[in-house]
């Protein structure tokens, strides 16, 4: 009410109700927001509202998120500019969004981030082959193992399918010089690197000059980590075990 007269939301012109329908989660499109009427379901179904997806910690509600997932992508009909995805990532849901995403080359994916889940290294290859202009990665690996396990597999799938990247996290990765090496050979706009955790990279021989050589800013594996950093991954650990 104001000033006695009744506001009638489902009449607000089309641009506010967007923009005010995009301050809500993926979840709360989904589930509620375009229930409320058919100018608002309207507005939900443009693709224009899903260019970016944000469905991070998430994981207490009652929701099947990847089936969720899966509907917003479909949503975006290709436009999808930025996704953002914790804990529940499959391989089939990957698939699912390089499938539905092949004209990322034109759209210029910039951002994509896998923190704590279960990334196999041919869906990271996946990733990086649907968007060839990526800029930033961040993978953050759960260390199970008290003592380092090396594999390169992650830094070779990067290398190969990520050419592009000016910015890139491995926390807790099981890479080694080798694959650090092959990293920088095929990343040449690479300028900020975080290795954090990767307890097989040792950065011998020339290798230390030549990521100060080339990175702007490096945080290497046995650099301290400050407790915000500390608190993160708490943070982030107790949700995956709820």
């Not at 193992?145 to 992650?154: A, L, N, Q």
């Amino acid at each position: 009410m104001k000033d006695g007269v009744c506001i009638n939301w489902a009449e607000l012109p089309y641009e506010l109700t967007s923009s005010i329908l995009r301050r809500l989660s993926s979840i709360d499109i989904l589930e509620n927001a375009q229930r409320v009427c058919t100018s608002w379901r309207h507005v939900c179904k443009d693709p224009e509202m899903w260019r970016k997806i944000d469905m991070r910690n998430l994981v207490d509600v009652g929701y099947t998120l990847e089936i969720m997932c899966r509907h917003a992508v479909d949503r975006s009909q290709r436009g999808l500019v930025e996704i953002n995805i914790w804990h529940f990532a499959t391989d089939s849901l990957l698939n699912h969004i390089a499938e539905r995403s092949s004209n990322l080359r034109s759209l210029r994916l910039q951002e994509l981030e896998f923190s704590y889940c279960p990334l196999s290294v041919e869906s990271l290859r996946l990733s990086g082959r649907s968007c060839p202009n990526l800029k930033t990665l961040k993978l953050k690996r759960l260390r199970l193992m008290r003592f380092p396990y090396e594999s390169d597999d992650d830094a070779l799938a990067i290398a190969e399918t990520m050419p592009k990247l000016s910015h890139l996290q491995l926390f807790a990765n099981s890479l080694t010089d080798a694959g650090l090496n092959a990293i920088l050979d095929n990343c040449p706009n690479l300028e900020h690197l975080d290795l954090r955790e990767c307890r097989s990279v040792k950065l011998s021989g020339d290798l230390r000059k030549r990521c100060s050589e080339r990175i702007k800013v490096l945080r290497e594996p046995f650099g301290c980590i400050m407790l915000t950093h500390v608190l993160e991954l708490i943070y982030d650990l107790l949700h995956i075990s709820r």
